[in-house]
Nanobody, 115 residues
Framework: QVQLVESGGGLVQPGGSLRLSCAAS????????MGWYRQAPGKERELVAT???????NYADSVKGRFSISRDNTKNTVYLQMNSLKPEDTARYYC?????????WGPGTQVTVSS
């Protein structure tokens, strides 16, 4: 089994920054993809950014140039640096890990961008 725990969410003003962290525990294979998804009320869950163990990244068009994903493979931890935040970024952010066809999710952390 795999467990994911997110941290770093909160309330921030437009234009501000936050850094999210997600630590994975359990049976983690050496080849995997970790990433972040988000879901706002009334909307579908959408991809924000992902990163493979080897360093391949993928970003949603809406966050390119503002968000940056990174990971520490020795700690099985993935980070999301969010800059120039907009009210439209308000959502619950979920950590995800995918490996060998299986997917796991964390409980999520709330990010609210408001003045």
């Amino acid at each position: 089994q795999v467990q994911l725990v997110e941290s770093g969410g909160g309330l921030v003003q437009p234009g501000g920054s936050l850094r999210l962290s997600c630590a994975a525990s359990g049976t983690i294979f050496s080849d995997n993809i970790m990433g972040w998804y988000r879901q706002a009320p009334g909307k579908e869950r959408e991809l924000v950014a992902t990163m493979s163990t080897g360093g391949t990244t993928n970003y949603a068009d809406s966050v390119k140039g503002r968000f940056s994903i990174s990971r520490d493979n020795t700690k099985n931890t993935v980070y999301l640096q969010m800059n120039s935040l907009k009210p439209e970024d308000t959502a619950r952010y979920y950590c995800n890990v995918t490996m060998y066809g299986s997917r796991w999710w964390g409980p999520g952390t709330q990010v609210t961008v408001s003045s």
